[in-house]
C-alpha cells in the first residue's frame, strides 16, 4: 500500500508537527471525507497520536502514514471517562486560544485512523486548539493500555462482580480526580477455589500538585480508602491500600503493579 505522492519530508519538518498536534479546521472536512467519515467539522477535533519522531522520520518509504485519534465536544466531563480510567473512552480538555476557554472532548477507542503522512506537509498545527502535554502522555498511555492492560482471574471477578455499581460510582465521585491511578498487586494471580483467599494490595497514585496540598491529599486519601472498604467486603479477598506521591512510587514498583483503574471487565452482567 503506498500513499498518492512521495511523502514531503521536509515540508513536514517545516510545519514542525508534535505527537498531540490537532488539525485546523479547514483540514477536517477534507480527512473526514478521506475516511469516509460523516462529522461536524466545528465539533470534532483531530489528534495526531503518532510518535513525534515517526511524524518527521526521513525515509519516505518507512513511513508512510500517521494516526489520528478522533474527539467529539461534548457538554461535560464524566470522571469516570478522565485520566484514561476507562479503556474504551476518554474524556479530555482541549484549550481554545482564540476564546480563552477549556472544552471537554469524548474520544473513543475505535476511532483512530490511519491518514496519509503527507496532510502534515499540506497543513500547519491548529494554533488555536492546544492540548497540555501532561493530557497528551495520558490519551498515549491509555492507548497502550488497551493491549497491555491488567487481566484478572475470572475467580476474582466473580467475587467482587456484586460491588460493580459501588466501584463505577466511585469512580465518578469528585475525589477521584486527584488520582491518576490505582495500581494493584494480587496473589496469587491464578484462579482461586472457593475455599481459598486472594491478597490484594492497592497502591493510590496522587499526582505531586494534589499530594502537596493538603485538602486534596485527604480528598484522594479518603478515596482509596473507600475503594478498600468496597473490595474488603467481598469474601475471599483480604485487602490492604496505601496512597503515594507520584514522586514516591518508583520504577520497581510499578514492575510489581499492574494498573486497576479501569472497571471495564466489570461491564457484563450476570446471569
Known amino acids: 500500500m503506498t500513499t498518492a505522492s512521495p511523502i514531503d519530508v521536509k515540508k513536514i519538518k517545516e510545519n514542525n508537527w ?14 473526514a471525507e478521506k475516511l469516509s467519515l460523516p462529522i461536524d467539522s466545528k465539533d470534532w477535533r483531530i489528534i495526531v497520536v503518532s510518535q513525534s519522531c515517526d511524524i518527521c522520520y526521513h525515509k519516505q518509504d518507512d513511513e508512510l502514514w500517521i494516526e489520528v485519534l478522533l474527539a467529539r465536544l461534548i457538554d461535560k466531563q464524566d470522571n469516570a471517562a478522565i485520566q484514561g480510567r476507562r479503556q474504551r473512552c476518554y474524556h479530555l480538555e482541549i484549550y481554545d486560544k482564540t476564546t480563552e476557554t477549556k472544552n471537554w472532548f469524548d474520544a ?9 503522512r503527507n496532510l502534515c506537509a499540506d497543513y500547519k498545527p491548529s494554533p ?8 497528551i502522555r495520558s490519551i498515549i498511555q491509555w492507548i497502550a493500555y488497551r493491549y497491555i492492560r491488567i487481566a484478572l482471574p475470572d475467580a476474582f471477578n466473580n467475587r467482587i462482580r456484586h460491588k ?6 466511585l469512580l465518578k ?10 495500581y494493584i498487586n494480587l496473589q496469587p494471580k491464578r484462579e482461586l477455589s472457593p475455599n481459598e483467599t486472594y491478597n490484594v494490595k492497592i497502591i493510590g497514585a496522587i499526582p505531586k500538585q494534589y499530594y502537596n496540598d493538603q485538602l486534596k491529599r ?3 486519601l479518603n478515596h482509596i480508602l473507600e475503594l ?5 467486603d467481598c469474601e475471599g479477598i483480604n485487602v ?13 514498583d510499578i514492575k510489581q503493579l499492574e494498573r486497576f483503574t479501569d472497571y471495564d471487565y466489570l461491564s457484563y452482567d450476570s446471569d
Do not use: T
Request: no cysteine.
Open 228 to 232: 478498600e472498604k468496597i473490595i474488603s
Open 128 to 135: 488555536q486548539w492546544i492540548i497540555d502535554p501532561k493530557e
Open 164 to 169: 460493580k455499581n459501588d466501584l463505577k460510582k
Open 18 to 31: 508534535r505527537q498531540g498536534d490537532i488539525f485546523p479546521q479547514e483540514a477536517v472536512e477534507k480527512i
Open 173 to 182: 465521585n469528585n475525589n477521584s480526580q486527584y488520582i491518576s491511578g490505582i
Open 240 to 252: 490492604e491500600s496505601e496512597s503515594l506521591s507520584e514522586e514516591d512510587i518508583s520504577l520497581d
Open 218 to 220: 485527604k480528598d484522594a
Open 108 to 116: 473513543n477507542i475505535n476511532d483512530r485512523y490511519k491518514i496519509d
